[in-house]
Every structure is written in structure tokens, then in C-alpha cells.
């Protein structure tokens, strides 16, 4: 069984820190995720690599007994493979575990280090005899979307104890939201009820747009012949791109606002877009254009 160098695949050194690594899982999940490369394997697998470490790298816990294995990886895997021989020796089965179709089977080495993706939904324990009925374990995974799905909403396949189980996304999900599926957990004892599925989302951080709340920003360039004359500019909004009209004057800062265009927000209003004005200087300048500019400066000076 192959080692892997989580952090290497994240390309963060040992030292990052929490921040260091969800923004580095952010970039690599924004790049290579499926909906954004269909059909492009080597981007499938790019995903889970990165999904795969950041499920260790981001967890305290999961990061310290990661680092202790490496440091120890010859003797661990020797341990591991005595391991396996007695299972088999023994016939006894591997628990089941819950898995996120969105990032993919876990590898061996993960299940191998943590016992599967999520943890095992027995929770571990021995089963206590002559108990009453008691309910299921809740199990927890996190799902990553961009912020496109989060205003469209959307969905996710799922495969929890063997049976596949399609989530649904609202439109207008926050991050780190928690999708709760009464009943979707792990099997009860005896005749207990089965506990929730908890799906926590991660929403991805867009290139352009930053969301606040349930509204939207971004930046808009117009060049300074628009910004001084009046005219038009397209913006791209999560709806698609819109033309703005640009008033004669508008100075360079001035935020424009698209009523209603932000993040929706169920039964309450919707959020608002706000793009800022950022004037784009001409460059390459004419013999003309110059002496044209020259003239408009003296212009000015004599109206002071």
C-alpha cells in the first residue's frame, strides 16, 4: 500500500496552519471539481486527492494520528498487514461505512489509517446484550458546491449502509449549513428508530463574486470614456451577465446595485448585487489622443 503525502497533494508544508489548508482544499476543489470537467478523469481523481486530504489535514485529530503514522509508516504498515492476515484468518467482515458520492471512495490508505470516510456507523462499540430498543447513530459528512449550485440549489448522490440516497440542495444555502435526513442514519437495535443523516456544506469560494450574508458583491472595469460620457457595461451576475447603465461622471468606487440579484433566501426577500465601479485608464496613447487629453487639462484649470 502506497503512501500518501497529504500535504504534498494539497501543496501546503507541514506547518500550515487550519486557514492555510481549507484555502488551499478550496482552490484545488474550485479547479478540479467534476461539474466544472466532465468527463475529465484525471480531474475526477484530482478532486478526491484533494478532498480525500483535506478530510484529514483539517480535522486536529485526524491530522495528529495522520503525522504519527507517517513518521512511523514502515512499522504501521507492517502492523496493518498482520492485521489484515487475521481478519481473513478469522473471516470476519468490515463494517459498513458511509461515503459521499460527490467526493468518491476514500483510499485504502485512508480507510486503512481511519477506517472509512465518515467512520464506521456502529460507532464501534460492542453491542450490549438484553438492551431495549435503542436508535440509531447519527452519521455526518460534508458535501463542497460552488456558489453557481448554491443560488441555483442543487443535488447530490450519496451511498449510506449500501443504498444510494439522493440529497437534495436548497437554493440560497449558507455555508457550513447543516442538511439534516431524519431517518437516513445508521440502523437502529432492536426496534429503536434510525438515526439522521447530517450533510454539512461547504460553499466554495467564487473568483469573482464574494457573498455576504445573502447579498453579492463584485468588481465591474468601464473605461474612462463610459465612466465620463455615460453609457453601457455588462457585469456577469449569478443569473448571467446583465448590461448596467453607467451615468455621465461616475467616479471610480461608485457601487451600483441590482435590486433583488443576490443569494435567495427562501420565503424572504432576496439579497441584492452590488458591483464597484473601477475605471479602466487608457493605455497606448495616440499623438492625438494626448494632445486631446493636454486641451481637456487646460480646459479644466481655467474653469477653476
Do not use: C
Amino acid at each position: 500500500m502506497e503512501y500518501k503525502d497529504y500535504y504534498k497533494i494539497l501543496g501546503v508544508p507541514k506547518t500550515a496552519s487550519a486557514d492555510e489548508i481549507k484555502k488551499a482544499f478550496r482552490k484545488l476543489a474550485l479547479k478540479h471539481h467534476p461539474d466544472k470537467n466532465p468527463g475529465d478523469k484525471a480531474s475526477e481523481e484530482k478532486f478526491k486527492e484533494a478532498s480525500e486530504a483535506n478530510e484529514v489535514l483539517s480535522d486536529p485529530e485526524k491530522r495528529k494520528k495522520y503525522d504519527e503514522v507517517g513518521a512511523n509508516w514502515k512499522q504501521y504498515e507492517q502492523m496493518h498487514r498482520q492485521q489484515q492476515q487475521q481478519q481473513q484468518q478469522q473471516g470476519r467482515r468490515r463494517r459498513q461505512t458511509y461515503d459521499s458520492g460527490d467526493n468518491g471512495d476514500f483510499s485504502d490508505f485512508f480507510e486503512s489509517i481511519f477506517g472509512g470516510g465518515f467512520g464506521d456507523i456502529f460507532g464501534g462499540g460492542a453491542t450490549r446484550r438484553n438492551a431495549g430498543p435503542v436508535r440509531g447513530q447519527d452519521i455526518e459528512g460534508e458535501i463542497s458546491i460552488t456558489l453557481e449550485e448554491a443560488f441555483k440549489g442543487t443535488a447530490r448522490r450519496v451511498v449510506v449502509g449500501g443504498k444510494t440516497l439522493e440529497i437534495k440542495i436548497h437554493s440560497g444555502v449558507r455555508d457550513n449549513e447543516v442538511l439534516r435526513l431524519k431517518g437516513k442514519g445508521g440502523p437502529p437495535r432492536g426496534e429503536g428508530i434510525s438515526g439522521d443523516l447530517l450533510i454539512t456544506t461547504h460553499v466554495l469560494k467564487h473568483p469573482d463574486i464574494e457573498r455576504k450574508g445573502v447579498d453579492l458583491y463584485t468588481e465591474i472595469g468601464v473605461n474612462l470614456y463610459t465612466a465620463i460620457l455615460g453609457g453601457k457595461t455588462t457585469v456577469e451576475t449569478l443569473k448571467g451577465k446583465i448590461q448596467l447603465d453607467i451615468k455621465p461622471e461616475t467616479p471610480n468606487g461608485a457601487v451600483l446595485r441590482l435590486k433583488g440579484m443576490g443569494m435567495p433566501a427562501g420565503k424572504e426577500t432576496p439579497g441584492d448585487f452590488y458591483a464597484t465601479v473601477k475605471i479602466v485608464i487608457p493605455k497606448h496613447l495616440s499623438e492625438k489622443e494626448i494632445k486631446l487629453f493636454s486641451e481637456l487639462s487646460e480646459i479644466q484649470k481655467h474653469k477653476k
